[in-house]
Every structure is written in structure tokens, then in C-alpha cells.
């Protein structure tokens, strides 16, 4: 269809970017009267808007947000074409939380980054975030933990890794096995902020076994969990592939669910997400001792 040709598709996906006519035509090297003029022309030949005014800010429509992640989608095509006639091959775009990217998927961007000089762009962003750029064409793939991707993606469950207790290394429960939700009665804990999937599933727990608890500190990432309380501000409780720093020992929590990782990417980007998805599969004994490779059916 004329409207979509790939002058209007390109236009359109860098003013989604910028989400700003200004910025947008400044990226394009085109005035922004002429800007305006293509997406007003683009929208009335699609019949639809594409945008609307949020106060000061310009938000997507739904067919907006389609019309943007298509086009995004068109551009990652022609580079990948283009790579295939002697240019530079095409970066893939993952997303993915500081944790997961520190700990849990190391090997496999290693392992992508250096097939043929494969490109690498690494989103760090939390689940929400990461998932909203793989809807929008921002990323061709996204590793996400807790709770599976959302439907209308695709997805393989990569890993799971139980969760412990990281204490100090003097601490009465530093010698055991494994510790009961029971054990971490009055402890002062190291939790990430109000509304975080990990901080939500403890709760749950928590209140469930009817375990009386209080946050000492907040911090979002496992990392900054761990370093808050090897500075003696509390216990915390984090993702088993997370290794104790010099002076604290990780215990196994027995009552908590194994955190699960699921790999997703959107159909149209399959070509793309590919020699990453393998490099995850070649590297599945890898990530847990129960790791998982197996496609989710939706």
C-alpha cells in the first residue's frame, strides 16, 4: 500500500522514538513542518490516529504503538538484508534487568557477542520496562524472571534458581542447610521498593507462613540487595545465582518459590533473537541446576 512505503515508515518510526516532532525531524534532517505533514498524511490514509496530546507530552494510540513496532520491525529487515550484501551486521537489542544481565545471562552475550562480530546493544530495564520495548520494536528480545512474558509473545523458560537467605557469616543462621520462612520472624530485611515482583512474592509468602517481618532498607537490584546488607543494615533475602560477597554465606529458603527466567520475543523478530535463543540453549545447564529449555506454547 502507498502509504506504507518505506519513506512514511521510516518518518514515523523516529518520530516514535523521540516522541517529539522537533527532535524527530531533527533526526531525519528534514523541518519539522514537513514532519507534521507526513504523519497527518499517514494517519488519514490509514484512517486512524497515530498520536494524541498528554498535557505537554505526545502519547501513542494503540495503532500508533502497532503502526511504530511495524515499522521498527521493516527497518530491522532491510538492515539485516543489507548485512547480507557486505554492510555491518545488524546489533540485536536485549533487554533485560541489571541482576539478570550480571548473573544469569553473561555466557550467552559473550557467546553472541563474538559469532561472526555479531553486534551487541544490551537495554538495561526492569520488567516492565523490558517488556514495553519488546511491544514497541525497541528490542528483539527481552529476559524477564517472576512471572511469564505476557501471551502474545513468544517465549522459552530458560532457568530457575532457588531463592536464599544472604546473612553475615557470624549470624545465627549463617551455619544452616537451609532456613524456614519461620526463621526470618523479626529479622530486619533488605527489600526491593513496594510493588516489585520479588518484593510482592515475599510478602505473599511471608504473610501467608504469618511471619512478622520489617523492611530495614529498600534498594531495587540484586546487587545493591546484597551490598546494603553486607554493610550490617539487615538480612536479604535474593536470587540464588547471586554469589556472596567476602564475609556473608547464602542459605537456602525453604517455602519460596524457585525464581523463574523465561527468554520472549515478538514473531517478527524470531531471525533476529535467533542466535541469541541458542546460544541460551547451548548454554542451558549452565544457568541452574534446574534449568529449563523448553518452549512456551501459546
Given at each position: 500500500?502507498?502509504?506504507?512505503?518505506?519513506?512514511?515508515?521510516?518518518?514515523?518510526?523516529?518520530?516514535?522514538?523521540?516522541?517529539?516532532?522537533?527532535?524527530?525531524?531533527?533526526?531525519?534532517?528534514?523541518?519539522?513542518?514537513?514532519?507534521?505533514?507526513?504523519?497527518?498524511?499517514l494517519?488519514?490514509a490509514?484512517?486512524?490516529?497515530?498520536?494524541?496530546?498528554?498535557g505537554?507530552?505526545?502519547?501513542?494510540?494503540?495503532?500508533?504503538?502497532?503502526?511504530?513496532?511495524?515499522?521498527?520491525?521493516?527497518?530491522?529487515?532491510?538492515?539485516?538484508?543489507?548485512?547480507?550484501?557486505?554492510g555491518?551486521?545488524?546489533?540485536?537489542?536485549?533487554?533485560?534487568?541489571?541482576g539478570?544481565?550480571?548473573?544469569?545471562?553473561?555466557?550467552?552475550?559473550?557467546?553472541?557477542?563474538?559469532?561472526?562480530?555479531?553486534?551487541?546493544?544490551?537495554?538495561?530495564?526492569?520488567?516492565?520496562?523490558?517488556?514495553?520495548?519488546?511491544?514497541?520494536?525497541?528490542?528483539?528480545?527481552?529476559?524477564?524472571?517472576?512471572?511469564?512474558?505476557?501471551?502474545r509473545?513468544?517465549?522459552?523458560?530458560?532457568?530457575?534458581?532457588?531463592?536464599?537467605?544472604?546473612?553475615?557469616?557470624?549470624?545465627?543462621?549463617a551455619?544452616?542447610?537451609?532456613?524456614?520462612?519461620?526463621d526470618?520472624?523479626?529479622?530486619?530485611?533488605?527489600?526491593?521498593?513496594?510493588?516489585?515482583?520479588?518484593?510482592?512474592?515475599?510478602?505473599?509468602?511471608?504473610?501467608?507462613?504469618?511471619?512478622?517481618?520489617?523492611?530495614?532498607?529498600?534498594a531495587?537490584?540484586?546487587?545493591?540487595?546484597?551490598?546494603l546488607?553486607?554493610?550490617?543494615?539487615?538480612?536479604?533475602?535474593?536470587?540464588?545465582?547471586?554469589?556472596?560477597?567476602?564475609?556473608?554465606?547464602?542459605?537456602?529458603?525453604?517455602?519460596?518459590?524457585?525464581?523463574?527466567?523465561?527468554?520472549?520475543?515478538?514473531?517478527?523478530?524470531?531471525?533476529?533473537?535467533?542466535?541469541?535463543?541458542?546460544?541460551?540453549?547451548a548454554?542451558?545447564?549452565?544457568?541452574?541446576?534446574?534449568?529449563?529449555?523448553?518452549?512456551?506454547?501459546?
Amino acid at each position: 500500500m502507498d502509504q506504507l512505503e518505506p519513506d512514511a515508515l521510516r518518518s514515523f518510526a523516529v518520530f516514535a522514538e523521540h516522541r517529539n516532532f522537533t527532535a524527530a525531524a531533527t533526526a531525519l534532517h528534514i523541518s519539522q513542518p514537513s514532519l507534521n505533514v507526513k504523519i497527518r498524511k499517514l494517519a488519514a490514509a490509514l484512517g486512524t490516529d497515530l498520536y494524541e496530546r498528554d498535557g505537554r507530552s505526545l502519547v501513542l494510540t494503540p495503532a500508533g504503538e502497532r503502526l511504530a513496532a511495524f515499522a521498527l520491525d521493516t527497518r530491522a529487515r532491510v538492515a539485516e538484508f543489507l548485512a547480507t550484501l557486505g554492510g555491518d551486521p545488524p546489533a540485536i537489542t536485549i533487554a533485560a534487568g541489571r541482576g539478570t544481565i550480571l548473573w544469569v545471562i553473561p555466557g550467552a552475550i559473550r557467546a553472541v557477542s563474538r559469532q561472526r562480530g555479531q553486534r551487541v546493544q544490551v537495554l538495561t530495564a526492569g520488567r516492565d520496562e523490558a517488556i514495553a520495548a519488546l511491544g514497541a520494536g525497541h528490542a528483539d528480545v527481552a529476559v524477564v524472571g517472576f512471572d511469564p512474558p505476557p501471551r502474545r509473545f513468544r517465549a522459552r523458560e530458560i532457568g530457575a534458581y532457588p531463592q536464599v537467605l544472604m546473612v553475615d557469616e557470624d549470624h545465627a543462621l549463617a551455619g544452616r542447610e537451609q532456613v524456614s520462612l519461620r526463621d526470618l520472624a523479626g529479622l530486619d530485611l533488605v527489600v526491593p521498593p513496594a510493588g516489585r515482583p520479588h518484593r510482592r512474592s515475599l510478602e505473599r509468602a511471608l504473610l501467608d507462613a504469618g511471619v512478622p517481618w520489617q523492611p530495614a532498607a529498600e534498594a531495587d537490584g540484586w546487587d545493591l540487595l546484597v551490598h546494603l546488607a553486607s554493610l550490617g543494615i539487615g538480612a536479604t533475602v535474593v536470587n540464588g545465582c547471586v554469589p556472596p560477597p567476602e564475609g556473608m554465606v547464602a542459605v537456602p529458603v525453604a517455602g519460596l518459590p524457585a525464581v523463574r527466567y523465561w527468554a520472549t520475543w515478538r514473531p517478527q523478530r524470531e531471525e533476529r533473537a535467533s542466535g541469541f535463543l541458542a546460544a541460551l540453549r547451548a548454554r542451558g545447564e549452565t544457568l541452574s541446576g534446574n534449568a529449563r529449555d523448553r518452549e512456551v506454547v501459546r
